[in-house]
C-alpha cells in the first residue's frame, strides 16, 4: 500500500493508495476528506502540477516509488471560486 500526504495550509492529511490508482482518484479522496472541491486547489510535485492522468507509480520519483510515499503540497486555485 502506498499514501499520498497533501500539505495544504501547513495541515498533512494522509490518503492511502494503490501504486495503480490515477492521481486524479487520489485527489478526489483528499478534497472528498476536506470538503473541498478539486477545481478550487492547485497541487504541485516536485515543483510541478500534477498529472491527474498518471497513476502513483508514474508520477512518483525513484525515492517515492522506493518509501512508497509521495508528499503533495495543496494551494488554493485563485482563477477559481469555491463554489465551482
Request: aromatic share 10%; net charge positive; glycine share 6%.
Amino acid at each position: 500500500m502506498s499514501k499520498v500526504i497533501f500539505i495544504f495550509g501547513g495541515i498533512e492529511v494522509i490518503i492511502q493508495c494503490t501504486k495503480e490508482e490515477k492521481m486524479k482518484e487520489i485527489c478526489q479522496r483528499y478534497v472528498n476528506k476536506i470538503e473541498k472541491n478539486l477545481n478550487s486547489l492547485i497541487f504541485l510535485y516536485g515543483g510541478k502540477q500534477l498529472n491527474f492522468n498518471l497513476s502513483f507509480k508514474e508520477q512518483a520519483n525513484g525515492l517515492d516509488k522506493e518509501r512508497n510515499e509521495m508528499k503533495v503540497l495543496v494551494y488554493k486555485n485563485e482563477d477559481k471560486n469555491e463554489d465551482n
